[in-house]
């Protein structure tokens, strides 16, 4: 049973880089073709793609977002992190990980963590 579980603070200051870690459980982040995203939905609005890192350690990220957002992995502890930087309350959120295919069809996501972005 494959779990994704997404982990880090739940309140950022404006300016600072919100830091974001998703821990794969039940299969490793470099096999069978996976690709790991991150994905956020402000509230009252609806999903948004944020990035992806795939099995092979290739990142992509949101053009809009490009410039903010990091995206990498730690393969001895099976998780992938996401950076975003010089954050506003526009940022605020509630930020999932996902894993997917090639395609874009996410077969098991994390339960979600609400960030907010406040001083």
């Known amino acids: 049973q494959v779990q994704l579980q997404e982990s880090g603070p739940g309140l950022v200051k404006p300016s600072q880089t919100l830091s974001l870690t998703c821990t794969v459980s039940?299969?490793?982040?470099?096999?069978?073709?996976?690709?790991y995203n991150w994905i956020r939905q402000p509230p009252g609005k609806g999903l948004e793609w944020m990035g992806v890192?795939?099995?092979?350690?290739?990142?992509y990220s949101r053009p809009s977002l490009k410039s903010r957002t990091s995206i990498s992995r730690d393969t001895s502890k099976n998780q992938f992190t996401l950076q975003l930087s010089s954050v506003t309350p526009e940022d605020t959120a509630v930020y999932y990980c996902?894993?997917?295919?090639?395609?874009?069809?996410?077969?098991?996501w994390g339960q979600g963590t609400q960030v907010t972005v406040s001083s």
């Open positions: 890192i795939n099995y092979s350690g290739y990142t």
């Open positions: 039940g299969g490793s982040i470099t096999g069978n073709y996976y690709y």
């Open positions: 996902t894993r997917g295919d090639s395609d874009y069809e996410y077969d098991y």
